[in-house]
């Protein structure tokens, strides 16, 4: 056991250290919002759904970055919690447009003030880390012609 605690977390890899550090933000956040009943999924829903108005599933998945399908059961719990509809879109009677009800706002609310009061890092810190995962997300969702001019320029560096 000593030597598994002397490797932690220093000889990690990055993608284990990010995966291991959301798994632990997922677990704490979903023990502040268990009371709503809410996950830290549900949570990320509700907000994307504010965030872009209404939208389709598929929209909505591919700006949370999960599956159509995996979104779909998501919001299927939401809706039987009353937080949000799901209406037929106007010109194709398969599309469903997504929406929040006022009481899915108020429980967004509710959910953003409990997320807010959870004891934060360094602020400086904080912010550092913020902009470098941005950059990160932003480098993975870019066009794959995108990342091979990038890639190719910095070869030439």
Do not use: Y
């Not at 056991?1 to 291991?20: D, E």
């Not at 998945?61 to 009353?82: F, H, M, P, V, Y």
């Not at 953003?112 to 550092?128: C, I, K, Y």
């Amino acid at each position: 056991m000593a030597l598994a605690q002397q490797n932690r977390p220093a000889g990690w890899s990055t993608h284990r250290l990010l995966s291991t550090a959301a798994r632990l933000d997922e677990r704490r956040i979903n023990r502040r919002l268990v009371g709503l009943g809410l996950t830290k999924s549900s949570f990320d829903a509700l907000d994307c759904v504010e965030e872009l108005g209404p939208a389709t599933q598929n929209c909505l998945a591919d700006e949370l970055g999960i599956t159509a399908q995996s979104l779909g059961k998501i919001l299927d719990r939401l809706k039987d919690l009353g937080l949000l509809t799901k209406e037929r879109g106007a010109g194709d009677g398969r599309s469903r447009s997504v929406r929040l009800t006022p009481r899915g706002r108020s429980v967004l609310r509710t959910a953003e003030e409990l997320v807010r009061g959870l004891p934060r890092p360094e602020r400086d810190a904080e912010v550092d880390l913020r902009r470098h995962l941005e950059q990160h997300i932003a480098h993975l969702t870019e066009s794959p012609q995108a990342q091979a001019r990038a890639d190719e320029a910095r070869e030439e560096a």
